[in-house]
Nanobody, 115 residues
């Protein structure tokens, strides 16, 4: 099994920055992709960014140019640096990790951007 624990959410003003962290434990050697998703009230969960073991990244259009995903394999940690935050970025952000057979989710961390 794999466990994911997020941290770093909070309240920030528009234009500000936050960095989310996710620590992965358990059978980490099975994981080949990690990423971040978010879910705003009344909306479906959506992709924010992913990063593979090789370092390849993928971003949602809404995140391009403002968010950066990175990974420290030695520490089993993935980060999401969020800059130029907007009120529409307000959501619960979930860490995600996937092996070839299944995906795993963290408990989520709230990000609130005030205007």
């Amino acid at each position: 099994q794999v466990q994911l624990v997020e941290s770093g959410g909070g309240l920030v003003q528009a234009g500000g920055s936050l960095r989310l962290s996710c620590v992965v434990s358990g059978n980490i050697f099975s994981i080949n992709v990690m990423g971040w998703y978010r879910q705003a009230p009344g909306k479906q969960r959506e992709l924010v960014a992913t990063i593979s073991n090789s370092g390849s990244t993928n971003y949602a259009d809404s995140a391009k140019g403002r968010f950066t995903i990175s990974r420290l394999n030695a520490r089993n940690t993935v980060y999401l640096q969020m800059n130029s935050l907007k009120p529409e970025d307000t959501a619960v952000y979930y860490c995600y990790a996937a092996s070839v057979v299944r995906g795993y989710w963290g408990q989520g961390t709230q990000v609130t951007v005030s205007s």
